[in-house]
């Protein structure tokens, strides 16, 4: 029963905690100042040594306050921390009931593509047409492309370039000799066309 | 009556081809231009040909018979032989000349090719 404390000593504590407290070292770290084995912190730990010298004669706290303080400061950056917790939360429930939102308004709206259907549809007949042409059909038409006079061709091409006159300058420096051949030839022919007739 | 387009098409590529460094423009002129039934053509073509101032042009109008100086036509024989006389550089045309006369199988092509010989040693 020697741990026992008696009922005046439990008032001493209660009010005269300051009575019994042991002395803590005075550094910057918050928790390391703090000792919650029924002691109460005497001091500011977020003001240096340094720093609460030059405030002394502005701010004069007791150690009751400074302590009140700074477990009133505590308590209050839990609940900022629990809030913005409780906030993010909520954000994340915000986020992950977006898709489910946008899919039902996607759902509840009436979107139409007719004539983008229509179109497609029509392209697609088009193709299956084309492709439903007979092998031999597309030998033939290749068949008439190849049976073309390239010869003939290439002089009505010639002539197309050639259409406002041939200058000896451009023969001269034509380094491809079958075109002046090819030009001298068509109109030498014409010349004795003319005069044949 | 010929198109005029088409005389002066023909004069242009002929012209052309006398001034063309490719040698194959020499047969070019000789395949089509001095085988035409047109006699303009075979003259304009006789007159590139000898401004080419090469031995195969040379040798086109100076040995063959039916060409150059030895054509049926009279005016194209004779504008092929005061092309000749124009020239500055006579060397070449004279070396054929002579390599024509000693040489060449056809009387008519060996008197032609003195007669003109003779004329441009005088000129």
Redesign the interface.
Known sequence: MADLLSISSIRERIFNPTKHEKTVARTSNPFAQTSFKGNVLTADVFVSENAKEKQANAINFTGKLKASALVGSISDFGNKIKAGIESAVNFAKRIAEYPINFWNKLSETEVTFEPAIKAMSKAGEKFGEALKMDASVVGAKAGEVLKMDVGAKVGEALHTI?DN????????K??D?SI??Q???D??Q???A??AS | MVDKKIVKNVKNIIDGLAMHQNPESVSVLEDIGTNSKVDEIREMTAKALVQKNMPESLRVVITNKGKGINDMSTGVAMCTINELLSLEDKAEAIRILEDTVENHSDEEVRDNARSIKALMALS
């Not at chain 1, 006159?165 to 023969?171: E, L, V, Y």
Request: hydrophobic share 55%.
């Open positions: 050639f006159g041939i200058s000896a300058k451009q023969i001269s034509m380094e000799i002046p051949r030009l001298l030839m109109n030498v014409a010349w004795e003319s005069l």
